[in-house]
Antibody, heavy 122, light 107 residues
Framework: EVQLVESGGGLVKPGGSLRLSCAASGFSFSSYIMNWVRQAPGKGLEWVSSISGSSSYIYYADSVKGRFTISRDNAKNSLYLQMNSLRAEDTAVYYC???????????????WGRGTLVTVSS | EIVLTQSPATLSLSPGERATLSCRASQSVSRYLAWYQQTPGQAPRLLIYDTSNRATGIPARFSGSGSGTDFTLTISSLAPEDFAVYYCQQRSNWPITFGQGTRLEIK
């Protein structure tokens, strides 16, 4: 069974940093494009970042470009999101999601993890 | 950035009824549109991709149609578990964008 489990969320002050992790199991992690999608409390979904299996291709939403860094460790079956210079508007549940087609960019998201909550507040 | 506008914001129907949800794109996305379902406290689930293809395990009562800028998700006969929030998403252009959601509630 495919599983994605996020961790690393918590309360952080504006301007602070946080590193999220996503542990993957049940599939050949290195063969799949991976993504982060976030959802502010009571709001809709916002795509954050995507990374190819070899880390050769990386994309960011403008709202996080220059502050967030996506990475992966295929030996550890793990995806990461380093978040720096955090702002109140970054407060959200952050989901890890797999591209269902493997190494081809379908840019659909399936499945999703359960998410981890990041709260940016003083 | 392609903006997706979903309507209505809220749809109130009874179990057994037919639901029709709309998603309009600010420019053509060809057929590169997906639908997701999110129930309270849960992660979203992919229902439909490339406008009309059901994802694995999705019941046949869910169907999608459209092309260009206008898309529809239809649930032919609402089951109790279908009352949720539905989002459309486009992958035609970066950045990937989502609609603001339609809440399907029990009447």
């Amino acid at each position: 069974e495919v599983q994605l489990v996020e961790s690393g969320g918590g309360l952080v002050k504006p301007g602070g940093s946080l590193r999220l992790s996503c542990a993957a199991s049940g599939f050949s992690f290195s063969s799949y494009i991976m993504n982060w999608v976030r959802q502010a409390p009571g709001k809709g979904l916002e795509w954050v970042s995507s990374i190819s299996g070899s880390s050769s291709y990386i994309y960011y939403a403008d709202s996080v470009k220059g502050r967030f860094t996506i990475s992966r460790d295929n030996a550890k079956n793990s995806l990461y999101l380093q978040m720096n210079s955090l702002r109140a508007e970054d407060t959200a549940v952050y989901y890890c999601a797999r591209d269902p087609a493997g190494s081809s960019w379908t840019n659909w998201f399936d499945p999703w993890g359960r998410g981890t909550l990041v709260t940016v507040s003083s | 950035e392609i903006v997706l506008t979903q309507s209505p914001a809220t749809l109130s129907l009874s179990p057994g009824e037919r639901a029709t949800l709309s998603c309009r794109a600010s420019q053509s996305v060809s057929r590169y549109l997906a639908w997701y379902q999110q129930t309270p406290g849960q992660a979203p689930r992919l229902l439909i991709y490339d406008t009309s293809n059901r994802a694995t395990g999705i019941p046949a009562r869910f169907s999608g149609s459209g092309s260009g800028t206008d898309f529809t998700l239809t649930i032919s006969s609402l089951a109790p578990e279908d009352f949720a929030v539905y989002y459309c998403q486009q992958r035609s252009n970066w950045p990937i964008t989502f609609g603001q959601g339609t809440r399907l509630e029990i009447k």
